[in-house]
């Protein structure tokens, strides 16, 4: 069955930088777009990030524009975030996300925050 699990999130001071990954099984990961989204307490789950399957093509959200990265390696089946110059607005629940077969799968989140 699909899985997605994310890792890589964590504590740290406004300026900062960190790398999540999401690594992927169950399914052909190279004949799918991948997406990172993120979720901050009391607000909706907000798409971040998004990777075409062969990575040529990404689309990100305005407000991260400039300081984060998506990227994949296919041979890995692995999915990263790069995130740098980190807001205190930027701290959330970061979910990994593919759509295969008409359905929705999510990892199970890695929390970020951003605080002095």
């Known amino acids: 069955q699909v899985q997605l699990v994310e890792s890589g999130g964590g504590l740290l001071q406004p300026g900062g930088s960190l790398r999540l990954s999401c690594a992927a099984s169950?399914?052909?990961?190279?004949?799918?777009?991948m997406r990172w989204y993120r979720q901050a307490p009391g607000k909706e789950r907000e798409l971040v990030a998004r990777i075409t399957s062969d990575g040529g093509s990404t689309n990100y959200v305005d407000s991260v524009k400039g300081r984060f990265t998506i990227s994949r390696d296919n041979a890995k089946n692995t999915v990263y975030l790069q995130m740098n110059s980190l807001k205190p607005e930027d701290t959330a629940v970061y979910y990994c996300?593919?759509?295969?077969?008409?359905?929705?799968?999510w990892g199970q989140g890695t929390q970020v925050t951003v605080s002095s």
């Open positions: 996300n593919t759509y295969y077969w008409s359905n929705d799968y």
């Open positions: 169950g399914f052909t990961f190279s004949n799918y777009a």
